[in-house]
């Protein structure tokens, strides 16, 4: 056909071809690169050529022709090397990191694609507990030597999700393997009927020192008089720009009194097109997930504290009102909260309610 312009009939060939799929992958993420930073894209080729690749592959990639599989210890070691590339959250120190992630009470899922086995197109870390878990020091620095016992798997904490390749954005491929992995791990644990996630906050620490000025329902005064009980002035930006861990305890729970309730209004209330701002929010609460709570001191990390002043964030999967979660936030933008995160916007932000209180999520 005439019409059709040549880049598209050579796209369609090269999807016979495992490595032509990648170079289509590599080509997308360069394509969607170049429209971020160029809004004038200087010419009308490069948004058609995009979509005509997006379509490509989402008909190559889809769900029939993807698999989700736990990562075995027996695995070779290009699989295992490819999964501390791809990390994008909690980075790995050493193999030894790794061989924890994949161990006892733990287990590392992957999508892959079946014309591409070796691959891995998402990655999922989950940690098997009894308990939900709000410190990540916890999970990643915590020895998982100990036997598993079935009877005592009542909870799972998904604390890491990366999807591998920006080539792929837009697939959904981290909602996909969350729900795949969830019924894998009720089929191996009966007793398993909770699912967490404890997640980072990226952005919010950025968030608070720019609406310091903007008297954000009077902020700066509001953390001036929760720190200074004495009456003596305090340089608010700066000290929460230099802010620490290891700081005075009073100053600590002064921050904590303040800075939670102000997490608790970011995720909920701050939003760009009615949806979250917070990108992790988003993804999860687009999933059908409410916000459960707010772990103080949770990642001590400097990407921790500088994402979010050490700040994490449960998100809880009730399985059988995902869909209605889902459906209440992109039909009508409203959030389930549980009452703590209920309590927390209550007491700090008067304003329209876009949330609800979660029927089940009572801590």
């Not at 295992?80 to 733990?106: C, P, S, T």
């Not at 990655?123 to 990540?136: A, M, Q």
């Not at 949806?275 to 409410?290: K, L, M, S, T």
């Not at 995902?322 to 008067?350: A, F, K, L, W």
Request: with cysteine; glycine share 6%; net charge positive.
């Amino acid at each position: 056909n005439s019409k059709i312009p040549l880049y598209q009939w050579i796209f369609q060939q090269m999807k016979y071809d495992s490595e032509g799929v990648k170079f289509l992958i590599d080509c997308r993420a360069a394509l969607l690169d170049h429209v971020r930073k160029n809004k004038n894209f200087g010419s009308i080729e490069i948004p058609a050529m995009e979509k005509s690749l997006k379509s490509i592959l989402r008909e190559y990639f889809a769900t029939e022709h993807l698999k989700v599989r736990t990562v075995r210890k027996d695995d070779d070691k290009d699989l295992k090397e490819k999964l501390i590339e791809y990390e994008a959250v909690h980075a790995y120190r050493d193999d030894n990191d790794l061989e924890q992630r994949i161990g006892l009470n733990r287990r590392c899922f992957i999508l892959t694609h079946n014309q591409l086995p070796g691959e891995p197109l998402a990655i999922l870390h989950t940690e098997l507990t009894d308990k939900t878990t709000g410190n990540i020091h916890d999970i990643i620095d915590r020895s998982t030597n100990e036997k598993e016992r079935i009877e005592r798997i009542l909870v799972a904490i998904f604390y890491s999700v990366s999807v591998t390749n920006k080539g792929l954005s837009g697939f959904q491929f981290g909602q996909y393997i969350i729900k795949k992995a969830v019924g894998q791990l009720q089929e191996e644990f009966p007793r398993l009927r909770e699912f967490f996630t404890l997640s980072p906050i990226p952005g919010f620490r950025k968030w608070l020192l720019n609406e310091l000025q903007s008297q954000y329902f009077g902020l700066m005064q509001r953390i001036q008089n929760t720190l200074n009980k004495d009456g003596v002035a305090m340089n608010v930006p700066g000290m929460l720009e230099d802010w620490q861990a290891d700081k005075e305890s009073v100053i600590i729970q002064g921050l904590k009194e303040t800075l939670l309730p102000l997490c608790a209004c970011y995720l909920t209330l701050e939003r760009n097109r009615n949806r979250a701002i917070n990108p992790v929010a988003n993804f999860h609460i687009g999933n059908g997930a409410c916000i459960y709570r707010l772990n103080w001191l949770a990642d001590l990390t400097n990407n921790g504290m500088q994402s979010s002043f050490g700040i994490m964030v449960n998100y809880q999967y009730i399985l059988k009102e995902m869909q209605y979660h889902t459906q209440r936030y992109y039909e009508h933008g409203q959030i389930g909260v549980s009452n703590s995160i209920h309590d927390y916007i209550e007491g700090s932000c008067p304003v329209n309610k876009p949330y609800y209180i979660a029927r089940k999520s009572k801590l």
